[in-house]
T-cell receptor, first 113, second 114 residues
Framework: DQQVKQNSPSLSVQEGRISILNCDYT??????FLWYKKYPAEGPTFLIS?????DKNEDGRFTVFLNKSAKHLSLHIVPSQPGDSAVYFC????????????FGKGITLSVRP | GAVVSQHPSRVICKSGTSVKIECRSL??????MFWYRQFPKKSLMLMAT?????????EQGVEKDKFLINHASLTLSTLTVTSAHPEDSSFYIC??????????FGQGTRLTVV
């Protein structure tokens, strides 16, 4: 049973436009959510996170929105740049310093010049 | 951000041999490290949680005798793939959390068993 779902395997966006990456979760114990970016043959790099006490967190071109009632979060990238082309993973964890992350399957974002 | 170093980045080994992968936290102490495996076009799958000074906690379906984990210090965890077979070929990634927030990842190790 997949607890973190990224239902769209890929997304293609024109440079300069907004990219919206969606993520759904089923485990109500999750209270911390993260987005990672990953290039082929490299480890994931942290992008942005959000705690369940917030509904929005913004960092430069990246904004994450959390809808707890819908168990849904989304990552907005605006404006999108060709260098943003990568696989984006949504991850979630429950409270605890050593809590493991549960990942979605990832979304491949392609930003067209 | 914190740095996690993983070595080697790529290894090719013969079937039946063992391979050791190291994961080091360079600028923080990690009491807990995590080992993931990624299959092509699949998500990162947690294999085990490595706790400093104690036995690792393995996820369901992961053979603890095949994937030996040792967390001997606060900055080093190792994963040894024993008696490797071609089906063990995969991308292995470690991570460490320095507080209750982000997890930092190593660069990953591409293992190919021939």
């Amino acid at each position: 049973d997949q607890q973190v779902k990224q239902n769209s395997p890929s997304l293609s966006v024109q440079e300069g436009r907004i990219s919206i990456l969606n993520c759904d979760y089923t485990n109500s114990m999750f209270d911390y959510f993260l987005w990672y970016k990953k290039y082929p043959a490299e480890g994931p790099t942290f992008l942005i996170s959000i705690s369940s006490i917030k509904d929005k967190n913004e960092d430069g071109r990246f904004t994450v929105f959390l809808n707890k009632s819908a168990k849904h979060l989304s990552l907005h990238i605006v404006p999108s740049q060709p260098g943003d082309s990568a696989v984006y993973f949504c991850a979630a964890s429950a409270t605890g310093a050593n809590s493991k992350l549960t990942f979605g399957k990832g979304i491949t974002l392609s930003v067209r010049p | 951000g914190a740095v996690v170093s993983q070595h080697p980045s790529r290894v090719i080994c013969k079937s039946g041999t063992s391979v050791k992968i190291e994961c080091r936290s360079l600028d923080f102490q990690a009491t807990t490290m995590f080992w993931y495996r990624q299959f092509p076009k699949k998500s990162l799958m947690l294999m085990a949680t490595s706790n400093e000074g104690s036995k690792a906690t393995y996820e369901q379906g992961v053979e603890k005798d095949k994937f030996l984990i040792n967390h001997a210090s606060l900055t080093l965890s190792t994963l040894t793939v024993t008696s490797a077979h071609p089906e063990d070929s995969s991308f292995y990634i470690c991570s460490a959390r320095d507080r209750e927030t982000e997890a930092f990842f190593g660069q990953g190790t591409r293992l190919t068993v021939v």
